[in-house]
């Protein structure tokens, strides 16, 4: 986009001189910075739009050089570029692995691929700027999973996950699902712990003793089976939901054979109208298909700066993977006090619509979770009771559109 603030970083001077020539022409504004001290400087005072750095600073690790633009709410939301005279494939993964946007190796060809991402930046940069009820990634479509079959049920699958712990995944996925529950009576709703190595629901809502996820992944696969799971879940007294709980201890969940978990799933779909999974922080080579597969994903999110730059990853690494915005339902949880980032500067830097912000609750979440009891019971005339609530409504709304 012509006009577009473009800082280069870079050492080398030869290379800065001729890469800001190159980007001049191209009608972009070209800002210079000759160290990682003096980049990050420019970054938070002049405010680029993107920048490009020559990773092999001499005075700032790239890496620590990305963190602290990331955890600075001026430059957040800044996408990088990594313009690197380095040829190592592996350098270029742990870069985009720190948050960089993409990696380019300086050669003849470089210009025409910086000039071909910064118009891919710009293209998502219209989206960003868009009004916060309209924020969109970039809309050009990632691939979608070609071999992912359908699952054999008809229950809406709906999968609860978190960039960083602490963000009050677990206890957001069991209210909604017992309000889901509480608003649709006539059907039943699984609560599934899939947060490994130890699982976190049964401390939560009070209760053991049940089947667990390892002992059924241990059943012979012809026992897994949707009429199983409708004789063994019997609904939790005040939650209303059925519970499989997760591993009881990090040695169990060792010896868990993910093998069986996609057919677990699948047979609870069979049994249950609603699957509610969570696997809080636990995005692994287990959870993603069921990602990939789910009717809804409820994201959650805290207001710190941390949390909000590793959920822009997740959900990148997400897109990349072929999961469609429209699975997509972000909450905005408020868990630790009214500090941080606001709704729409949440929006702005991971890049998708937040659908609900929970209001702080205090004590009150914490009271209920140690009385094991469902926050909108323990405290019904709660503001966030409230929002539970229709927030439940909103994300069955959402998944049976997506479901269509």
């Known amino acids: 986009m012509s006009g577009q603030k473009i800082l280069l970083v870079d050492a080398d001077s030869a290379s800065l001189g001729y890469v800001a020539r190159q980007l001049t022409e191209a009608g972009y504004h070209v800002l210079q ?18 920048i490009i750095v020559d990773p092999a600073l001499p005075d700032v690790p790239a890496e620590e050089f990305a963190q602290k633009l990331q955890k600075d709410v001026r430059t957040a939301a800044v996408p990088l570029i990594a313009l690197s005279s380095l040829t190592d494939p592996q350098r270029g993964e ?16 470089a210009i025409p691929d910086v000039l071909a991402a910064l118009k891919a930046l710009s ?44 963000t009050g995944t677990s206890s957001l996925c069991a209210n909604l699902a017992m309000n889901i529950a509480v608003n649709h009576p006539d059907e039943r709703v699984a609560l599934v712990d899939l947060v490994l190595p130890i699982g976190s629901l049964s401390a939560l809502v009070g209760h053991s003793g049940a089947i667990d996820l390892v002992e059924v992944a241990d059943m012979s696969p012809d026992r897994i089976t949707p009429e199983y799971f409708r004789n063994s879940m019997k609904p939790l007294p005040e939650w209303h939901v059925h519970l499989l709980e997760g591993c009881p201890n990090p040695d169990c969940s060792q010896r868990l054979n993910i093998a069986s978990v996609p057919k677990i799933i699948a047979a609870l779909q069979g049994a249950f109208d609603f699957v509610v999974i969570d696997i809080g922080r636990a995005l692994s080579r287990i959870t993603l298909p069921l990602i990939q597969r789910a009717d809804l994903i409820v994201l959650i999110v805290s207001t710190d700066l941390a949390t909000i730059a590793n959920t822009r990853t997740v959900w990148e690494y997400l897109r990349a993977h072929g999961v469609d915005p429209e699975k997509m339902y972000t909450i905005l949880n408020r868990a630790v006090g009214l500090e941080g980032v606001t709704k729409t500067e949440a929006e702005g830097m991971i890049g998708l619509t937040i659908h609900v912000a929970v209001p702080h609750l205090g004590g009150n979440f914490a009271l209920a979770n140690n009385l094991h009891k469902p926050l909108s019971l323990k405290f019904p005339n709660d503001t966030a009771a409230i ?18």
């Open 387 to 404: 929002v539970l609530k229709d927030a439940a409504t909103q994300m069955v709304s959402q998944a049976k559109r997506v479901r269509g």
């Open 33 to 50: 910075a000759p160290s990682g001290k003096k980049g990050l400087i420019a970054a938070w005072r002049d405010r680029p739009d993107v």
């Open 94 to 109: 742990a870069l985009l692995q720190t948050g960089f946007h993409n990696y380019i190796q300086k050669s003849k060809q």
């Open 123 to 166: 293209t998502s940069s219209e989206h960003m700027e868009a009004p916060a009820e309209s924020i969109n990634p970039p809309t050009a479509p990632a691939p979608k999973p070609a071999s992912l079959p359908a699952p054999s049920g008809s229950g809406l699958s709906v999968v609860f996950l978190s960039a960083k712990g602490g």
